[in-house]
């Protein structure tokens, strides 16, 4: 009697020990694809993190500054939706709710904005550039 409950006690813990140890390794691979980097949750995020904001599937790279300074200097593939201009809010209308967007400035500030109207639009899968453009490590389009 003592031997089969011994027996079910050690059962019990190697499954418990197997879950844990299953749970660890899919625990990784989720902070992985969760990682702050990939968090589209509104918040600003440093160069490298923004960088791998932009190079998810299907996120949409916005820059909000004027069409004057997207001219002069862009993150490659981003599209200008000047922050600043009266059709900004209609701009917004036009993006998909469910879409990711990467969002920077020039310094951070109009960024910040912008994401606050975002939210208030129903897109809240959103990351900004700490720092603005001034941060970005990455090469820079012209034209």
């Known amino acids: 009697m003592v031997g089969m409950k011994l027996r079910t006690v050690r059962a019990a813990l190697v499954a ?6 299953l749970s660890a390794c899919s625990s990784g691979q989720e902070d992985a694809a969760n990682s702050p980097a990939l968090a589209f ?4 995020v ?4 923004f960088t791998d904001a932009t190079e998810a599937d299907g996120v949409t ?10 001219a002069e200097g862009h993150v490659p593939g981003a599209v200008n939706i000047d922050v600043s201009s009266p059709t900004f809010a ?5 993006l998909d709710a469910d879409g990711a967007y990467a969002v920077y400035c020039q310094s951070g500030n109009r960024s910040r904005a912008a994401i ?8 809240t899968q959103t990351v900004g550039l700490e720092g603005g453009i001034g941060a970005w490590a990455g090469d820079v389009s012209t034209g």
């Open 46 to 49: 440093g160069a490298e993190a």
């Open 90 to 94: 209609d701009a917004l209308a036009e």
């Open 41 to 44: 949750d509104g918040t600003h």
């Open 61 to 70: 790279i916005i820059d909000v500054r004027t069409p004057g300074e997207f």
């Open 16 to 21: 418990v020990l197997a879950a844990v140890a």
């Open 116 to 123: 606050d109207q975002m939210a208030s639009a129903g897109l």
